[in-house]
């Protein structure tokens, strides 16, 4: 079901560019998107004339551009030369860096063979000048004064010197490496897909890695697998590998490229709190529907910093917390739009799946609703134009430390946030199950640990009683405010003792324990001296 949806999602991307510069959003099979510093430029020749720098400058740090180049080989070998493009150490024969089991000139000549082996029926004029560079470039002799040290060891595309067009975008170029794709797509196990359905299609043996911004390293990998089997015991019916799997080349490429996609931080599909990267997409009438969908869920998760845009959020979320309709909140959304939700940790091999949610948007709102309805308590600890994202609510288990006296809240980390409580935090959120009964507990703690008695921690307590209570495991509500009138007895004797405890806390400032604390422990450990 997810490879399904992720592989509609790609589908709907490649058809429609995007609406602001007009270029594809999501590479054509075959291809990929890759960072990329710098072009090499040759003259009709094959000499090298300059190098170009097509990094983004739009920050005060240029950092590399995407370009959609021919997609790299999937074998994890040593040796892997891509067509068209490189790093330094394939395209120049030149690197910083000391290989363990290869030299150096090992990569140039795998490149240059590469490139020989595809080109070799062709008789355009770039591509041969781009042949006679590969040959008559001296990598050992290397004497270039165009190349500099910060140019090795990033990635490099050819341009031929007078012309718009890279190399790898020629029209001949893209026709010679479709034809290397059918022909490696034509050697392997043929079978019936499982995700598209279609039959006597090309099995991929491995399929395409994910990576992205928002995906937290805690293993030093860049790129991890959503689909993998990589041992013995994974085997069956005598086949390995993708065998075990069918899923064909074609959608093998489609539903990691679309979640490489939403995983870029400038595409708003994605959200990452504490190890989990959450993504979300839409599928509607048309792709402008779709992104608004998608915004008005990014908005809920991660309120915008635009001071008018906030306040336009913070009285919609008022609107939903006081129950009121889908069509008066968001009057352009269909509320049956489909919607969905997929929470990913990495691991060591590969992507974990935390959460899936297939929804629709009236149903989320309500969600949103039950969620806001369990945290209100009154006075509301927050501005209603300035409501907390769901990073901001989790914040509240980290430990706060004092600093010149006071604690300091903006020492607090998002790393810090237990990670698996995190992706269970917003799962509750999003199915309206129950709150993890882990995080009452981190709040309790907290409290004592640094005694900070906040809006915030008050309201997440109060939300995870009520929502107990409405889902059959708690006798009683948990009121928004404090209850004058009509209160059990156990209710007025428990706000006794918190005066109690407060008039002692005033009166002996940063006391080691309080009545609470001597209360509590000794009921634990003696309960039936203290209990009657």
Known sequence: MILQRLTELYGRLLENPDPVTGEARVPPYGFTDENISYCLVLSKTGELVDIQDVRDTSEKKPRPKLFSVPRPPKKSVNISPSFLWGNSQYVLGQSKKTFKNNDVKDYFFAFRNHINKVLCQTHDPSLQALKNFLTQWEFENFTSELVKPEHLDLNFIFKIDGNTSFIHQLPEAQKLWMHTVQAVDSETLRSQCLITGKKNQSIARLHDAVSGGYLKNYSNKAEWSLVAFNQESFKSYDQDKGGCAPVS????????????????????????????????????????????????????????????????????????????????????????????????????????????????????????????????????????????????????????????????????????????????????????????????????????????????????????????????????????????????????LGCLFAVLERAQSEAIPGANATIVDRYYGTASSVPYSVFP
């Open 249 to 492: 080349e074609q959608a093998a490429f489609a539903y990691p490229t679309a979640l490489n996609y939403m995983l870029r931080r400038e595409n708003g599909h994605c959200l990452s709190i504490g190890d989990t990267s959450t993504v979300f997409w839409a599928r509607a009438n048309s792709a402008q529907e779709e992104a608004q969908a998608v915004s008005f869920f990014s908005a809920f998760a991660n309120p915008p910093t635009d001071e008018g845009q906030a306040t336009k959020l913070g009285f919609s979320l008022e609107k939903i917390a006081k129950g009121r309709p889908f069509e008066e909140i968001a009057p352009d959304l269909d509320p049956k739009t489909r919607f969905y939700v997929l929470g990913l940790a990495p691991n060591a091999a590969r992507l974990s799946i935390r959460y899936w949610l297939d929804s629709t948007l009236g149903e989320l709102a309500q969600r949103i609703r039950e969620h806001w309805q369990d945290m209100q308590i009154e006075p509301l600890p927050w501005q209603v134009e300035k409501p907390p994202s769901i990073q901001k609510w989790l914040l509240e288990v980290v430990p706060l430390r004092k600093k010149d006296g006071r604690y300091d809240y903006m020492g607090r980390k998002f790393d810090d946030i237990p990670p698996h409580l995190a992706g269970e935090f917003l799962r509750s959120v999003l199915t309206g199950q129950r709150y993890p009964r882990a995080l009452l507990t981190q709040i309790v703690q907290r409290l004592r640990s640094d005694g900070d008695m906040n809006g915030l921690r008050v309201a997440l307590i109060k939300a995870v009683l009520q929502r107990d209570h409405r889902k059959g495991f708690l006798k009683e509500a948990t009121p928004m405010s404090l209850d004058l009138e009509n209160a059990p007895l156990a209710y007025r």
